[in-house]
């Protein structure tokens, strides 16, 4: 017979219930019809326990399908204070794979109040050597009918045998068996992995509308919950006890203190040099650190304005030396003065404090005697990183010289993309359009136009005349400012490969009309003529104008009225149109503390560290903070806030290796995406990320960041009812864009931003800006396809599911369940009309019975759900193949690229139909939690709306409204296909 072992540890943060502010604590563990206790911990709400409480597993292969319920108990009265139910799959099976996990006090009903955790370390034990390990299966998907899963054909199962025989082939050893646990550091304890708490979000009833468990990746890629020293947390106590919120800035990151030396200028410096000059600069030592100001060419009254930042937590010394020396190009720098000040008198600056006023301070000789030649201006003060100096200041723990050329790249900074709009140019017709060859009957006719890099061209005229039709519509990308020139070519194609110019027409893109009302029709079109290609455009304004033209009709327009898409639409972090005019107001305030990261891989090889940043992308907005050079343990605590219009959206933060120091080009470290829509309000939420980066060598985890995330609502009626409105602009539905012309015109965007962004100074580079914006997503990769498979096989489970539950049904296999549903069915059908009212009642029993096991974190990057922890060799090469593919025949490479262009489209397709399966099954997940609050709400109301109104007449309403008039049809969707579509999948947990 095998053993579990419980060994409970301590537990945190206790609620008080004994009238005096304490409690006297016991745990009560229950496992297979087993209880045992703990001893009384009298007057602690912080107790350690330290017991091992052993008990008897009869059946080892059972034991994934037990639960182990721990309880705390007052000793008073037994007054219950707090719960938690541990899964038995996820209990590992020797005490060498087992660690201490801190699991969260769950409530026993939804007024209870309970607060704290409890740490316990729980491992099974086999009896006499045997391993318990081959016994217990472990299930890593969800439960499927083995016969019914063969009816799905895997379109991947002959390439995953070939991958797995290869493997069999070249690794004999069998991988060792992957299990989800997660250690404790003594920085900071996670709570419980999620993993471990879906087993029990089970509701009774059929199978069918249970959560189904997902699959398990390895622990080293799930999140770690953090409790770091915030501001805003002890806020929140406050705020909870005492019913008041202060105001604060910059509370979601760790409050840093910084000795800011504001070097201003100097006056009356001595002359140092035989010929009579001074080329004076300040040098600014504390400790061992030392920063240094340009130095200044000939000038006794230098004027300098260079703040230098000191990190307080590497102050070496207590006296600030402030230095004047002389630059000498060949000799050593000579001393001109100096000035020692005691760090004990240092004022502290609170923000929004008005800046400190600077000093004249009187200069030392090499004695130490003042004298009256030379003083120099200072401001000294400790501030934080709320300070307005602090993104231009130099940093003794970012930088390690003061000049270097690169300096500026390694400040924090912000940015923003520019604002986007489509043109459209409608090619109608030309008119006397004269052949380039003499005796040509008539021109095989195409338009082309180039607006900036982007080229398009028109169909060949149907018929060859003079006066060609084609009423085509081009569309390109064009952004603010309009500095673009559009470009219109008419060509006559005399052989494939040749063409000649007919006439062009050159016009600005600033000259076109705007238009930003969806009901307003574009201007009618204009009728250009087209001037012959051996003429300029100064000869054709300045010079004597020909008698005849041939002439072109154009109808062009700017839309404001679209939201030109810039990024992927499942992740989308924008969705308001061009135009200021139709923007809406914002709802909230996100809020991003990008504290540290940890266990950094070294980008620049053995011996060397990490010269480490991260960039954020939200909306329009970039933020990107300083750089810290040479560390693997980056502190950055640096706070930043968008406004949010949209709930539904996404916020991107990347993390990389600045390598333009070294005129090198920056490595991408890793990213983390997080939709807003899954956070809860007004609730701050501290993890490590992992940062997980996919190579032609496998899947890399580079590190973990530190994110402190919280979304703020200032308008809850406007943001509730965004749930039922479209996602993108009116017009996008009132003319919507071809599909063929989406991915085309999405990669021409993300090329504007990327070159606008590489423009400013110091510029975003384009490899960040690309990584960022997923510039590749849209390329065919087998492992995507694969992943989008896996999670429309993980839908169709549930069928399955529900249909071996029926089975049982029919089989008698649980008698009671059988009988209940007897009597359920005699119900329904002597009263049709409680059919409805039960469903919609029973979605909300659902959906409140689930709130106890929301996800109570931010989604992250999924490695086992994206196919990549164990993707094959092969795929990887095909997937960083580069487009066209790289290979040697020609033959091979045309096919190739055929077969990529393809499964592109099949595999965007799959994952259309996996999130909107993913997406039903978010009504009751609460992985959104506003979104499931309005569905079950409506689910209730609806539910007795149907019980006070006749079925027939519901029916009838229903039945006429599906088949109503197109007249009384809009092109709008519905507002539940609006709520719909509003609904979080997994698609932004991919890599």
């Not at 301590?10 to 016991?26: M, Q």
């Not at 911990?41 to 639960?67: C, G, I």
């Not at 086992?864 to 094959?872: E, M, V, W, Y």
């Not at 592109?904 to 609050?933: C, H, K």
């Amino acid at each position: 017979m095998s053993k579990l072992v419980v060994e409970v540890v301590e537990a945190r943060a206790l609620k008080a219930k004994d009238g005096n502010g304490s409690a006297s604590p016991f745990v009560e563990v229950d496992f297979d019809q087993q209880r045992q206790r703990t001893q009384t911990r009298h007057k602690d709400l912080n107790p350690h326990w330290n017991e091992r409480l052993v008990f008897n597993v009869a059946d080892p292969t059972a034991l994934p399908d037990k639960s182990i319920h721990v309880a705390v108990y007052d000793h008073n009265h037994r007054k219950f204070l707090g719960r938690v139910r541990i899964s038995g799959i996820s209990v590992p099976l020797s005490e060498s794979e087992a660690s201490i996990q801190s699991y969260p006090l769950d409530k026993r009903g939804l007024f209870s109040h309970i607060s704290g955790d409890i740490s316990l370390r729980i491992y099974a034990l086999p009896h006499g050597g045997s391993d318990v390990a081959q016994s217990i299966p472990v299930v890593d998907e969800p439960a499927v009918d083995a016969k019914k899963s063969e009816s799905y054909e895997n379109p991947f199962a002959e390439i995953d045998r070939n991958a797995k025989a290869e493997e069999v082939y070249v690794e004999k050893k069998p991988e060792k068996e992957t299990r989800t646990f997660h250690s404790i550091s003594a920085a900071a304890k996670p709570t419980t992995l999620p993993e471990l708490r879906t087993d029990f979000t089970r509701a009774p009833g059929p199978p069918a509308m249970q959560m189904v468990r997902g699959p398990r990746q390895n622990p080293e890629f799930q999140l770690v919950e953090t409790s770091p020293p915030l501001a805003a947390r002890m806020r929140h106590a406050t705020h909870f006890r005492n019913g008041d919120k202060t105001a604060s800035t910059y509370d979601l990151v760790e409050q840093t203190h910084f000795l800011y030396v504001n070097v201003v200028k100097a006056r009356d410096l001595p002359v140092m040099d035989v010929s009579g000059s001074l080329d004076p600069y300040v040098e600014v030592k504390l400790g061992n650190y030392k920063g240094v100001t340009k130095h200044l060419e000939k000038n006794q009254n230098p004027l300098w304005k260079q703040i230098f930042a000191f990190s307080k937590d590497r102050l070496q010394s207590n006296q600030l030396e402030i230095t004047v020396k002389d630059n000498e190009a060949l000799t050593k720098d000579d001393f001109v003065r100096r000035l020692i000040i005691d760090l004990s008198e240092v004022p502290l600056r609170v923000p929004p404090d008005s800046p400190l006023a600077p000093q004249w301070y009187k200069l030392e000789d090499k004695k130490g005697m003042k004298t009256n030649k030379g003083e120099i201006m200072l401001a000294i003060w400790v501030g934080t990183q709320a300070d307005e100096c602090f993104p231009e200041a130099w940093h003794s723990d970012a930088h390690t010289v003061s000049h270097h050329p690169n300096l500026a790249i390694t400040r924090s900074k912000v940015y923003f993309s520019p604002k986007l709009y489509y043109l459209k140019v409608y090619i109608i017709e030309a008119k006397d359009l004269v052949p380039s060859e003499k005796g040509r009957a008539a021109p095989e006719a195409v338009v082309k136009v180039q607006a900036g890099n982007q080229m398009r061209a028109t169909r060949t005229a149907q018929i060859r005349t003079v006066n060609p039709q084609w009423h085509d519509e081009l569309m390109f990308v064009v952004s603010e400012p309009f500095e673009d020139m559009i470009v219109i070519s008419v060509d006559d194609m005399i052989i494939p490969g040749k063409d000649e110019i007919l006439g062009r027409v050159f016009i600005p893109v600033r000259d076109v009309p705007v238009r930003h009302e969806t009901n307003k029709m574009p201007e009618a079109p204009r009728w250009f003529n087209l001037q012959k290609p051996a003429l300029a455009i100064e000869e054709e304004t300045e010079k004597k104008k020909e008698k005849f033209s041939s002439k072109i009709l154009i109808r062009l327009c700017l839309e404001a009225g679209y939201h030109v898409l810039d990024e992927s639409m499942y992740f989308s972090s924008n969705l308001q149109p061009s135009s200021k005019y139709l923007k809406k107001q914002s709802i909230g305030i996100l809020e991003l503390g990008i504290l540290s990261a940890r266990n950094l891989f070294s980008m620049k090889g053995k011996g060397q560290k990490t010269d480490a940043y991260c960039v954020a992308k939200y909306g329009n907005k970039w933020v990107r903070t300083r750089t810290l050079l040479n560390t693997l343990e980056p502190r950055w605590n640096e706070q930043y806030t968008w406004e949010v219009f949209d709930s539904c959206t996404v916020v991107t933060i990347g993390v990389f290796d600045n390598a333009h120091i070294n005129d090198g080009q920056d490595q991408k470290i890793g990213k983390v995406r997080v939709r807003l829509s899954t956070l809860e309000t007004d609730k701050v939420y501290t993890h490590f990320y992992p940062l997980l980066v996919l190579t032609q060598s496998g899947l890399k985890k580079y590190g973990e960041i530190h994110l402190a995330l919280r979304f703020t609502c200032t308008a809850w009626v406007n943001m509730v009812a965004q749930y039922g409105n479209p996602l993108l602009p009116k017009m996008h539905y009132v003319q919507p864009i071809p599909v063929r012309h989406i991915d085309v015109l999405r990669h021409q965007a993300m090329q504007i931003v990327a070159a606008r962004l590489a423009r400013a100074e110091p510029p975003l580079r384009r490899e960040v800006v690309e990584y960022m914006l997923d510039m590749d997503y849209h390329m065919f990769s087998l492992r995507r396809s694969k992943a989008n498979f896996t999670r429309i096989m993980s839908l169709l489970s549930t069928i399955t599911i529900a249909c071996k539950w029926f089975n049982d049904i029919c089989t008698w296999r649980n008698p009671i369940t059988t009988c209940l549903v007897h009597i359920l069915f005699l119900i329904l059908v002597y009263y049709p009309e409680l059919i409805l009212p039960t469903a919609f009642l029973y979605l909300f029993v659902i959906g409140m019975w689930n709130y106890r096991f929301r996800p109570r974190h931010p989604p992250h990057m999924d490695a086992h759900l994206s196919q990549a922890d164990h993707a094959h060799p092969d795929e990887l090469d095909e997937e960083f193949d580069t487009f066209p593919s790289s290979k040697t025949s020609d033959v091979v490479r045309f096919r190739y690229d055929r077969l990529r262009s393809v499964a592109g489209r099949v595999q965007t397709v799959v994952g259309d139909l996996a999130t909107q399966g993913e997406r039903a099954q978010a009504l009751l997940s609460w992985r959104d939690s506003r979104a499931t609050t309005i569905f079950i709400v409506f689910s209730l109301i609806w539910a007795m709306l149907i019980y006070v109104i006749p079925f027939q007449v519901i029916a009838v309403l229903v039945g006429f409204y599906i088949l109503r008039h197109p007249r009384l049809r809009t092109k709008m969707p519905s507002v539940p296909v609006n709520f719909f579509k509003r609904l979080p999948a997994k698609t932004d947990m991919l890599l």
